[in-house]
């Protein structure tokens, strides 16, 4: 009869530590673990822009990830016109390669505002990686990037 309650009750116990210790592992609070880590440098690419988005996006920005946190700083923009290429009808209905557009091509790059204390940076339910697709939220805008390049720095 004692063994009928011991043992389920030392099996959740086990159960209980092992998620609060991967809790703590994976979300650590301790001011030591978290100033181990380096800040990152990331550049962000987005592509056929209309001009006012592109517009509205400057150096100083906050960077918030899709809690609302804030995650990154914008250290430099870059704005190019944009080399898509689209297909379209001209008049009288032929198709032609249309290279005259308007749209831009923004490139961003950031600094974090914390240091990462794991492999890789968080941003919201996302990692700050290489070739990744993220949302980039602005005081007032909001764009979807590809990440070109991350980097360490002290």
């Keep these: 009869m004692v ?11 086990v159960i209980i ?3 609060f210790a991967i809790y703590k592992l994976l979300n650590p609070k301790n001011k030591e673990v978290l100033s181990q880590g380096n800040y990152i440098e990331t550049v962000f690419l987005t592509e056929d822009l ?3 988005v592109a517009n509205s996006i400057h150096v100083g920005d906050t960077i ?3 809690t609302g946190r804030p995650s990154l ?5 870059k704005i190019e016109d944009s080399t898509s290429r689209y297909v379209t009808y001209d008049d009288i209905g032929r ?8 749209l831009k091509d ?16 968080s941003y919201g339910t996302n ?23 991350v980097q360490d720095v002290k």
Excluded: C, R
């Design 50 to 52: 209309q001009p006012e």
């Design 95 to 102: 198709l032609k390669v249309d290279t005259s557009t308007k």
């Design 64 to 66: 918030y990830d899709s």
């Design 127 to 149: 990692l700050i990686m290489a070739g990744a697709h993220v949302p980039v939220y602005g005081e007032n805008w909001k764009v979807w990037t590809t990440i070109l390049s």
């Design 17 to 19: 530590a092992g998620v």
């Design 3 to 13: 063994k009928k309650i011991v043992v389920p009750l030392v099996v959740a116990l």
């Design 106 to 121: 923004v490139y961003i790059s950031a600094k974090s505002l914390n240091k990462k204390y794991t492999w890789a940076y």
């Design 73 to 77: 700083k914008v250290t430099d923009v």
